[in-house]
T-cell receptor, first 113, second 111 residues
Framework: GAGVSQSPSNKVTEKGKDVELRCDPISGHTALYWYRQRLGQGLEFLIYFQGNSAPDKSGLPSDRFSAERTGESVSTLTIQRTQQEDSAVYLC???????????FGNGTRLTVT | KQEVTQIPAALSVPEGENLVLNCSFTDSAIYNLQWFRQDPGKGLTSLLLIQSSQREQTSGRLNASLDKSSGRSTLYIAASQPGDSATYLCAVNTGGFKTIFGAGTRLFVKA
């Protein structure tokens, strides 16, 4: 079926506002990953879901960041009280068999003004 | 802590040249290493996956090598084409669910 879908593709928000980023994984993929990519840098791991559970949230940069996944499907990454340093591309990936089989979405480009 | 470094950060070559992209990692205890391609505004596409027990993998004009003991991998692209222009990222997995990515090499192939 379709690949990993992320929305919105672009988001411009004012400093201090909350934003929600959405990821629709490939159907049947039990694992879901969120990464952040700052300009000119590699991907920074944020959080991993196995089913609806997140075994490791230590990659989340601060308590302003949270994520949830429901129905072993859609995941939402929420950033509260956005700061300029949150500006980046947020990438979602899903996998059926583990981290060697990552399928990435096109990302959400977040700009905080 | 595993760190992945890619050199050069950017590379511009004329069409038809053979080229090598370099990746180094600090902890040799890896499970596998992958090379990805990222086009502007797009996600990552996996190119080659090398398991820790393997020395190299080939796909078409691409060949990736792995030397675990020295913490190095190379991606060789033969007879480069303008369509190869993209960012190439190296990533290592140490057996868990975290994959550690390098910052990438931006490749531009001139027609």
């Amino acid at each position: 079926g379709a690949g990993v879908s992320q929305s919105p593709s672009n988001k411009v928000t004012e400093k201090g506002k909350d934003v929600e980023l959405r990821c629709d994984p490939i159907s049947g993929h039990t694992a879901l990953y969120w990464y952040r990519q700052r300009l000119g840098q590699g991907l920074e791991f944020l959080i991993y879901f196995q089913g609806n559970s997140a075994p490791d949230k230590s990659g989340l940069p601060s308590d302003r960041f949270s994520a949830e996944r429901t129905g072993e499907s859609v995941s939402t990454l929420t950033i509260q009280r956005t700061q300029q340093e949150d500006s980046a591309v947020y990438l979602c990936a899903s996998s059926a068999i583990g981290p060697a089989d990552l399928h990435f979405g096109n990302g959400t480009r977040l700009t905080v003004t | 802590k595993q760190e992945v470094t890619q050199i050069p950060a950017a590379l511009s070559v004329p069409e038809g040249e053979n080229l090598v992209l370099n990746c180094s990692f600090t902890d040799s205890a890896i499970y596998n290493l992958q090379w990805f391609r990222q086009d502007p505004g797009k996600g990552l596409t996996s190119l080659l996956l090398i398991q820790s027990s393997q020395r190299e993998q080939t796909s078409g004009r691409l060949n990736a090598s792995l030397d675990k003991s020295s913490g190095r991998s190379t991606l060789y692209i033969a007879a480069s084409q303008p369509g190869d222009s993209a960012t190439y990222l190296c990533a290592v997995n140490t057996g868990g669910f975290k994959t550690i990515f390098g910052a990438g090499t931006r490749l531009f192939v001139k027609a």
